[in-house]
């Protein structure tokens, strides 16, 4: 699987957007972008994924560069329960569909 | 419902012994992942099950480590002759489908003295 480059920390201020890039230079034409988060001693959750088009869903958002090379998950309005590491993974469309995690950006959430 | 299960929570053995980790995945799914992670480090892929067969276990790190799905549904990690190394939280996912987005249970955290 092709590689993602992602800052180590972040933070933001609660209630406040917040914006995670994800760089992915290598991608293939195959390759999802997804997204997923783990919060503290608890297994990861799935948060969004897509191919081309930018993607919403009850919990963020997901910008696509027009050249796939990178990504951003928007997080519309954080909240203490955001505080979790995300991870950016670009996931094949064959194969064992496995996902290939780096060390992902550590998100807190300053009240 | 019920999301996917593991036990026990918790494992603690002596190096050299045998242990056992077992997946209860979510009812119908029919695809079975196990990962493990290290502290600090984002989880590392094991092994892929689709129904009863391992259709991927190139994450396996040597033959220490086994892994079972008999009947399609609960999944165990076995690992012989546990070394220090293998300390980490073994995580497993399941998804209705291979394609699926994968959701993981809370893991195992296994510590070898």
């Known amino acids: 699987d092709a590689k993602t480059t992602q800052p180590n920390s972040m933070e933001s201020n609660e209630e406040e957007p917040v914006h995670l890039p994800c760089n992915h230079s290598?991608?293939?034409?195959?390759?999802?972008i997804h997204w997923y988060r783990q919060l503290p001693s608890q297994g990861p959750e799935y948060v969004i994924h897509?191919?081309?088009s930018n993607v919403n869903n009850r919990m963020a958002s997901l910008a696509i560069a027009e050249d796939r090379k990178s990504s951003t998950l928007i997080l519309h309005r954080a909240t203490l329960r955001d505080a979790a590491v995300y991870y950016c993974?670009?996931?094949?469309?064959?194969?064992?569909?496995?996902?290939?995690f780096g060390k992902g950006t550590k998100l807190s959430v300053i009240p | 419902g019920a999301g996917v299960s593991q036990t026990p929570s918790n494992k603690v053995t002596e190096k050299g012994k045998y242990v056992e980790l077992r997946c209860d995945p979510i009812s119908g799914h029919t695809a079975l992942y196990w990962y493990r992670q290290s502290l600090g480090q984002g989880p590392e892929f094991l092994i892929y099950f689709q129904g009863t067969g391992a259709a991927d276990d190139s994450g396996l790190p040597n033959d220490r480590f086994f892994a079972v799905r008999p009947e399609g549904s609960v999944s165990t990690l076995k690992i012989q002759r546990t070394e220090r190394g293998d300390s980490a939280v073994y995580l497993c996912a399941s998804t209705p489908t291979s394609r699926g987005e994968q959701f993981f249970g809370p893991g195992t955290r296994l510590t070898v003295l």
């Open positions: 290598t991608i293939s034409g195959t390759d999802y």
């Open positions: 993974i670009l996931r094949s469309g064959a194969g064992s569909y496995q996902l290939t």
């Open positions: 897509g191919l081309t």
